[in-house]
């Protein structure tokens, strides 16, 4: 082949990667729009719906028959409560998980097995890990419709989530930096809790934060183990009943009275609120534990 031909055939490929990429970025981007667009028209439908209804009443009174009384106090505690306690026991438990698939377990055909049902257990519908709660946490322990039932159920949910994500973060931490920890004489634990571990940490923290933002939004599990949605009063302790703010919003929206439905965009306005707290600290845990000291 001449080289002129050459030259020729490189060009009419160049072109058409050139061609294939503008499509591919219109598309992505179409995509992403798409997104956006209708997260902001929910944004501006449910505060258009529901800004009218927040005040610091709302905030500070409990539930009530009468709209004009009602408000959210019980809820957000008790998410709050339910939060805490998962938190409490899903990250120590899913980082521990982690470290040990990645840095100890032995690489062999159960290791493989296990690895197998967390990703299974990751893509569980949340309405089973209700009805395992409901049939463990709640009847076989007699933890009844308590905080702590609750809270361990969401940990059962998350916990999958967790773990990938606590592996991915310790997974991409460089080789070198363990070698060159062995070089100077550290044990494997002292290499993993001093050298690895810190440098994954971030990513392990977005991922336990946006579990937690999964787990903060459920619904079905809860109901599931029988949290209640009209709770006139806030948890004192793990043991006492509880409500949280999506069963709060499914009760005031499931009501036929519009003020209801009002108090309920309130509510969700609220929970975005919730949401995007826990996304700012995800974000500046972050930026906290990558910054050179």
């Known amino acids: 082949m001449s080289q002129p031909a050459t030259v020729d055939a490189f060009a009419r490929r160049r072109k058409t990667r050139a061609r294939v990429a503008s499509v591919s ?48 106090k019980a809820a957000l505690l008790g998410s709050l409560w339910v939060l805490g306690f998962t938190t409490l026991f899903s990250f120590p438990l899913g980082v521990a998980t982690a470290i040990w698939l990645e840095e100890y377990a032995p690489r062999n055909a159960w290791t493989q097995f296990v690895q197998m049902n967390i990703a299974n257990l990751a893509a569980v519908p949340s309405i089973v890990y209700g009805i395992l709660g409901l049939a463990v946490f709640v009847r076989a322990l007699a933890l009844e419709r308590s905080v702590l039932a609750g809270a361990l159920t969401l940990t059962l949910l998350i916990l999958p989530v967790i773990i990938i994500s ?14 060159g920890a ?16 810190p440098v994954a940490l971030p990513g392990v923290l977005t991922g336990t934060i946006l579990a937690l933002s999964r787990a903060i939004g459920e619904t079905a599990p809860l109901i599931m183990i029988g949290a209640l949605a009209y709770v006139p009063f806030a948890p004192d302790g793990p043991l006492d009943e509880f409500t949280v703010l999506p069963i709060q919003i499914f009760g005031w929206i499931s009501r036929p009275q519009v003020e209801f439905h009002r108090l309920a965009a309130a509510g969700i306005l609220v929970l975005v609120v919730v949401l995007m707290a826990f996304n700012l600290v995800a974000v500046l845990l972050r930026n906290r534990y990558t910054t050179p000291r």
């Open 25 to 72: 970025s219109a598309l992505f981007f179409a995509a992403a729009a798409v997104g956006i667009i209708a997260l902001v028209i929910l944004l501006v439908d449910v505060t258009r719906d529901g800004a009218g209804s927040l005040s610091w009443d709302f905030l500070t009174s409990f539930p009530s028959r009468f709209a004009a009384r009602a408000g959210i």
């Open 166 to 179: 606590a592996q991915e973060a310790i997974r991409a931490v460089p080789n070198s930096i363990r070698l």
């Open 182 to 197: 062995y070089a100077l004489g550290a044990t494997r634990w002292q290499t993993v809790q001093r050298q690895v571990f």
